[in-house]
């Protein structure tokens, strides 16, 4: 597609309940990211893949975010069991490729709110 | 650990007022980018400086990377409402394949 795609753009749930964020990159853009951003702050950096290499998750909070990019393409974030503290814009960003190299383009987002 | 810092955090400017923005870096980046978040928005990619001392100006914003590819600058001219948002700069981390980001300088523009 033109641009990076996310889905939902708003997500209420409660606390507790599990979660799926969607991501679809830039068509060849090899490397993807997740950002989280809570309110007036800066960009938290959560998981990263390069093609077929294993992901840097080492920005992942707690074990109950995961992630996964299925066929070099769409990413899921999954949060399990929401918490309050899971609050925030979720931001997905794609590039042509690593080592930080190129410009990111960043999907809109998904502002989750957990109640 | 390699960080990325800037400042001011917040800079209140006048319209027509100039103003710039610093980020600096504890280790040497191979380029440094820039990203502007307007308000409610996402971050939007602005440039990448890679050279040594570059220069590149974008109509009323001019970005410097430093001598020693260790700092950079926004200088904004004749500052616009439309100026208004938080930019971001960001460098890569040494052997990461990902982007170290600045936590921001919030520009607010008074008419």
């Known amino acids: 597609g033109a641009g990076v795609s996310q889905s939902p753009s708003n997500k209420v749930t409660e606390k507790g309940k599990d979660v799926e964020l969607r991501c679809d990159p830039i068509?060849?853009?090899?490397?993807l990211y997740w950002y989280r951003q809570s309110l007036g702050q800066g960009l938290e950096f959560l998981i990263y893949?390069?093609?077929?290499?294993?992901?840097?998750k080492s920005g992942l909070p707690s074990d109950r975010f995961s992630a996964e990019r299925t066929g070099g393409s769409v990413s899921t974030l999954t949060i399990q069991r929401t918490q309050q503290e899971d609050s925030a814009v979720y931001l997905c960003?794609?590039?042509?490729?690593?080592?930080?190299?190129?410009?990111?383009?960043f999907g809109s987002g998904t502002r989750l709110t957990v109640v | 650990g390699q960080q990325v810092m800037q400042i001011p955090q917040y800079q209140h400017v006048q319209e027509g007022e100039d103003f710039t923005t610093y980020c600096n870096s504890s280790?040497?980046?191979?380029?440094i980018q820039w990203y502007k978040q307007r308000p409610g928005g996402h971050p939007v990619f602005l440039i990448q400086l890679v050279k040594s001392g570059e220069v590149k100006k974008q109509k009323r914003l001019t970005f410097q990377f430093g001598e020693a590819k260790k700092n950079s600058s926004l200088h904004i001219t004749a500052t616009q409402t439309t100026d208004v948002g938080t930019y971001f700069c960001a460098g890569p981390l040494r052997g990461w394949g990902k982007l170290q980001f600045g936590a921001g300088t919030q520009v607010v523009v008074t008419p």
């Open positions: 068509s060849g853009h090899t490397a």
């Open positions: 893949f390069q093609g077929n290499s294993a992901p840097d």
């Open positions: 280790t040497t980046l191979s380029n």
């Open positions: 960003a794609s590039s042509l490729g690593r080592q930080g190299n190129y410009g990111y383009t």
